[in-house]
């Protein structure tokens, strides 16, 4: 009877439910999870957040085009947008689908001069540069043991995933099919495919490997400890 009225001992919530994955070397832990599920519309300041992002996205996409821009087909060999692209990418989740687009339909496409016909389907290449490295981070980062937001970037592993999710892949098809639109669209010819694929690919890596990783390094820590990041698809 005395053994049935002895108190619990007592749990350690921490300890024994852990909410957060172990820590990895070289980010901050914190208790956010992220994941692609759907639960619910974002917060007024996330929203505000997002907008921004979209916008400042847009003008740099729009500016790159217009300061370095390329005489022989009309877009920019230094698309120095991308740079930014790919943390709002990993930063704000399903967000991505709607930064990348408007970004590059209209920054990119329709203020840079290009007829909507070739704007629309030219503005889906960002789909493929940007959201392809975001939906890699939010289904494997866990299992690999990185940062979801890449803000491990600095580190080896974290390094390696960036690379082969958000470097690599999404700038080589992304640029085979940005130049296919343009090439069907005969904005540029059938000699200039190959060297502008190859320029856009390899810039757009050079950027994204220097500009990208330090953004996601010094500021996903920032962004996430504010409440800004999507933790969620939307939310």
């Not at 217009?66 to 990418?89: E, K």
């Not at 803000?151 to 130049?179: E, Q, S, W």
């Not at 639109?181 to 060297?195: D, H, K, M, R, Y």
Request: hydrophobic share 50%; glycine share 10%; aromatic share 14%.
């Amino acid at each position: 009877m005395e053994d049935s009225l002895k108190q619990p001992d007592r749990v350690n919530v921490a300890h024994d439910y852990p909410d957060e994955p172990p820590q990895v070397t070289g980010s901050e832990s914190t208790s956010v999870r992220y994941s692609f599920r759907f639960t619910g519309w974002p917060t007024l300041s996330q929203l505000v957040t997002v907008a921004v992002a979209t916008a400042v996205y847009t003008i740099l996409s729009w500016l790159t085009i217009a300061l370095v821009p390329n005489p022989a087909l009309g877009v920019s060999p230094l698309f120095i947008a991308i740079g930014f692209g790919i943390p709002f990418a990993l930063w704000f989740g399903g967000w991505a689908f709607v930064i990348a687009y408007i970004g590059n339909f209209v920054g990119a496409g329709l203020m840079s001069g290009f007829p909507p016909i070739i704007a629309i389907p030219f503005g889906a290449a960002d789909f493929i540069q940007l959201c392809i490295p975001m939906l890699l981070y939010r289904f494997f980062a866990y299992r690999f043991g990185v940062s979801p937001i890449g803000k491990d970037v600095f580190t080896k592993r974290g390094f390696l995933f960036f690379l082969v999710c958000a470097v690599l892949p999404n700038n080589i098809i992304g640029g085979l099919y940005g130049n296919y639109i343009l090439l069907n669209a005969g904005v540029e010819t059938a000699n200039q495919f190959i060297p502008s694929w190859i320029t856009w690919a390899v810039v757009n890596i050079i950027v994204t490997t220097v500009i990208g990783s330090v953004l996601l390094a010094k500021l996903g820590p920032i962004v996430e400890r504010f409440g800004l990041t999507i933790r969620d698809a939307l939310r």
